[in-house]
Structures are given as C-alpha cells and as structure tokens.
C-alpha cells in the first residue's frame, strides 16, 4: 500500500479553535503523471464531497492491487472554515464569513515573479522547461505567506497541487446539469475529460477573470508561453479544470459513485492508475467558448416563477422566466418577464425562489460570443 494521510493545520482563527485539512496520497512521491483533486472549495458542495468519498474507495482498492502508477492527491473537504459558517440551520458557503471574499476568487497569481525565477533555465527542449517551471512554481508556492486563515487554507491546497499534471476542482452549482470549465490551451486534449463525466457544457475562457482555483495552476503556463515566444516551447502542462456536479440537491451514492467511477476511468486513462478503462463514452456536447453563455438577471425583486426546464432548448426572445411581485395590487403588473438573449440551453436554475435585485436566475450556454459577456466572465 502507498497511501499516506497528511493532515494539515490551518491558522487558528480564534482562541481555542484549529480547523485542518486532509489530503491522502497515493502513489510514489514525485512519480508522474501527478493528479491532485480537491472537493467542495465552496463548501456547500455535498455532491462533490460526495463523489470524492467514493473515489477514495476506489483509490483503496486500487492501491491494494498495486495499481496506482502515477500519483494521486485526494482532498475530500476542501474548505472546513465554509463548512464551519451556518446560519438558521442553513450552511452559508461559497463567501468567507469573515470578509475574506467568494471562496473560489482571488487564489494567489503565481505568475508575476516566474518568468525571472526560470530566466536562464528555459531552451528548445520543452520537457526540461516543464521541469525548470515546475520546480519554480513549487518554490513560489513555498514563499506564500499566511496572513490568517482562509489565507493558510489557500497555501496549503496550493502547495499540494502546484506541481501537477492534473488539477480537478470539484464543485457544483444551484440547479444545474454536468459541466465543466477549461482554458482553451486544453481543447481539445480534455475531450476524454470532458466525455468520461458526461459533460453537458464545455466551457472554455482563457482568463474568467476571478483568479479561480483552476485557473491557478493552468494559466502561468500559457501566460509564461505567451510572454516568451514559439522558440522557447513552454507547453500547457497543468490540466486543470473545475467540474460542476450539477445542483446541491443532486447528491447520493447512486448518482455520485458513478460520478467517481468515471473519474477513476479517467485517471486509468491519462496513465495514473493502471488497468482498462474500456471505451470512451460518446461525448454529449462540444466545447463552447464561455462568453457565449447568458448569465440571465432579475432586475427586481420578487419570487422566479420559471417557464422553461433545465436543459430546455430556447431560442432568442423566448421567455424563461417570470419575476413575480408579490406586493403589486394590479395583476397584471404583478409578472416581470425575462427573455432570453441568445440561442442554447437552460444549463442552470436556482432551487430557492425569492430573488434580489442583480441576482442570476439561470444560464443559457448559447455558441456565439455575446457582447454582454467582456471582461469579467464568472457569476459573482
Ligand atoms: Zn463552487
């Protein structure tokens, strides 16, 4: 058996209190191709935690029969300070209840400090400059500083999987079908990624914006590649990407440990875990490009009274949802409808009903960029 279990402190928050992390490795240390996967950055992401609980039996199992070949970080609970913050009985996830901001924004950029650490190092040969960068990532993530809390839990999850070849962050959203978000350096190699979880939306952006998890660990390569020209072959050599287990309410072990099973046919795939992964499942959508998909918004308050279902086809104008004032004393002023701006799908709803002003109602993943969609692409 290779399986180690670190646990982590984090930084104490508070007198008397320490929360920690667990990461289990699998596999010989350094051995490639390394694979790190964490569940559940938001917190309130039970399917995610879910599907990680059933791949670590798999892992087990796989590990008894000697079979992990590359290594692998399984990161069950990735946020214990979310999982901590409740309110009336409800977990409040995905923001940091103390300030620190949405979970999965503002990671630290690796990048500003890399091209002068592998100054000198880098030359034709694109298998030696994976090594001089990783090598310079690995230190750069050695020198983060934890200024509190949320930040020591952003270091110790960095630390873990700056040097991999694979990254999968595992969330999910409101009301949602399987997809998964990329830069596009990385279609089409991920389509057995995108294939193997039945991914109902590729979506692809080469910079959302939010400094997200994944975006962490893919961009300082394609950024570095970008700053230092064709000559010098620096490839995309961190796979990183974040899955949406669908919605919260899509949790149980008939509809994750299949989800695990798939992941677990993806690391046999990509060469971490050996053994026959049998066929590729047929793909059941291409990529589309991230500003191609409508973020649809109240602009009022009111209760969302929803015309369309999830995955429904709709076209421009179509109506998907109707804002409901349950204050008007005229009916027929009571209903605010809201149409859809483009051609796709209802990839996403909400499961609680009553909405603010500016909140997302649904997701629409169209194919042509949208001009509402520059700049900064994420939800919130
Ligand atoms: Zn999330």
């Known amino acids: ?40 950055i938001h917190a309130d992401e039970t399917p995610a935690m879910l599907v990680a609980h059933h791949l670590m039996k798999l892992l087990d199992e796989a590990d008894a029969e000697g079979a992990i070949a590359g290594e692998i970080i399984l ?36 990048y500003p400090t890399l091209p002068t650490r592998v100054a000198g190092k880098l030359g034709r040969d694109p298998a030696r400059n994976i090594d001089a960068v990783r090598s310079a990532l690995r230190e750069i993530a050695g020198e983060l500083q934890p200024g ?52 109902r939306a590729t979506l ?28 010098t072959p620096v490839p995309p050599a961190c796979l990183a990407a974040t899955i949406e287990y669908r919605g919260q309410a899509d949790t149980g072990d008939e509809i994750n440990r299949p989800d695990a099973q798939a992941l677990f046919r993806f690391l046999q795939r ?8 049998g066929p590729l499942p047929k793909p059941l959508c291409d990529a589309t490009s991230l500003d191609a998909t409508e973020v649809l918004r109240s602009p009022v308050a009111g209760i969302v009274c929803y015309r369309r279902a999830l995955g ?24 605010l409808s809201l149409a859809a701006g483009t051609d796709g799908f209802l990839m996403t709803r909400r499961q609680h009903k009553m909405v603010r002003p500016g909140n997302s109602i649904g997701k629409i993943v169209g194919t042509e960029p949208l001009a509402s969609r520059q700049g900064y692409l994420l939800e919130d």
Request: glycine share 8%; aromatic share 6%.
């Open 1 to 40: 058996m290779t399986k180690t279990t670190e646990r982590i402190a984090l930084v104490s928050p508070s007198p008397g209190t320490q929360r920690h992390l667990l990461a289990h490795r699998y596999g010989r240390p350094g051995a490639r191709p390394k694979a790190y996967l964490q569940a559940s």
């Open 312 to 335: 429904a086809k709709v076209a421009k104008g179509d109506v998907i949802a109707e804002i409901l004032n349950p204050l008007a004393e005229d009916p027929s002023q009571q209903r």
């Open 270 to 277: 990509r060469g971490l875990i050996a053994g026959d992964p």
């Open 148 to 199: 509190n809390e949320f930040s020591s839990l952003r270091g110790a999850l960095t630390r873990l999987a700056v040097d991999a070849d694979i990254v999968l962050d595992m969330h999910c959203d409101d009301e949602a079908l399987m997809h998964l978000y990329l830069i596009p350096q990385h279609w089409p190699e991920a389509r057995d990624l995108s294939a193997e979880i039945g991914s």
């Open 204 to 231: 692809l952006a080469a910079d959302s914006g939010g400094h997200s998890f994944d975006e962490t660990f893919s961009t300082p390569w394609t950024r570095l590649a970008a700053a230092v020209g064709p000559e």
């Open 75 to 110: 990161v069950p609970v990735a946020n214990p300070i979310g999982l901590s913050q409740s309110l009336n009985d409800h977990l409040l996830g995905r923001h940091e209840a103390s300030g620190g901001g949405n979970f999965n924004r503002s990671w630290p950029d690796l």
